[in-house]
């Protein structure tokens, strides 16, 4: 079975300073994708980022990147140019791949509350 | 607009009442979920489908069941046996089949009991 830890449970960050979230993992697959999402107060989740755990560049969106070390099974997401609007709870998410395309679940972390200070 | 729709928002269950939990989605997918959100503890899936008329149990199952009559809709019965039913309901959906594709999630909806 998997994994998913976040470690940290709050941060806080300065308005336009850079911050790093943290995620750990635990799985034997070789194949697999990991994802940020985004839980603002609303609750809606939102997709921040998707990494493919074949591809050793590093996936970024805008002001979002993430730092993927497969062989240390990390995957932490950085934030640039922090914006008020980024406050919100940020869960790490595995998903194995299934050649079958059959039992495509996500395994969440426990996530952690960023607070963006003006 | 495409997306996914959830409702109610809000959901009130007395004691031995089943609740159902609807989720609609537009966007053409094959696969759609149901998570459970408890504070401190992320999302457990309860159950999954990744085609019509076909579902799965998800790591939280006892308590739920699920209908997959059509393609666009995937409703959550809270029963009578599911003794800790508070929490945040998320209903997700993505392309499925072979593509591994990203989930995309509902706005949610919270069930109090009363």
């Known amino acids: 079975a998997q994994t998913v830890t976040q470690s940290q449970p709050e941060m806080s960050v300065q308005e336009a300073e850079t911050v790093t979230l943290s995620c750990t993992y635990d799985t034997s697959e070789s194949n697999y994708y990991l994802f940020w999402y985004k839980q603002p107060p609303s609750r809606q989740m939102i997709l921040v980022i998707r990494?493919?755990?074949?591809?050793?560049q590093n996936a970024t969106e805008n002001r979002f990147s993430v730092n993927f070390q497969k062989a240390a099974k990390s995957f932490s997401l950085k934030i640039s140019d922090s914006q008020l609007g980024d406050t919100a709870m940020y869960f790490c998410a595995f998903m194995k791949h299934s050649y079958t395309g059959a039992n495509s679940k996500l395994t969440f972390g426990k996530g952690i509350t960023l607070s963006v200070r003006p | 607009d495409g997306g996914i729709t959830q409702s109610p928002k809000y959901l009130f269950r007395k004691e031995g009442q089943n609740v159902t939990l609807s989720c609609e989605q537009n966007?053409?997918?094959?696969?759609m979920y149901w998570y459970r959100q408890d504070p401190g503890q992320g999302l457990r899936l309860i159950y999954y489908s990744q085609i019509v008329n076909d579902f799965q149990k998800g790591d939280i199952a006892e308590g739920y069941s699920v209908s997959r009559e059509k393609k666009e809709s995937f409703p959550l019965t809270v029963t009578s046996a599911q003794k800790n039913p508070t929490a945040f309901y998320l209903c997700?959906?993505?392309?499925?089949?072979?593509?591994?594709?990203?989930?995309?999630f509902g706005p949610g909806t919270r069930l109090l009991v009363l």
């Open positions: 997700a959906s993505s392309i499925g089949g072979l593509a591994q594709e990203t989930q995309y």
């Open positions: 966007l053409n997918h094959d696969a």
């Open positions: 990494q493919e755990a074949y591809k050793q």
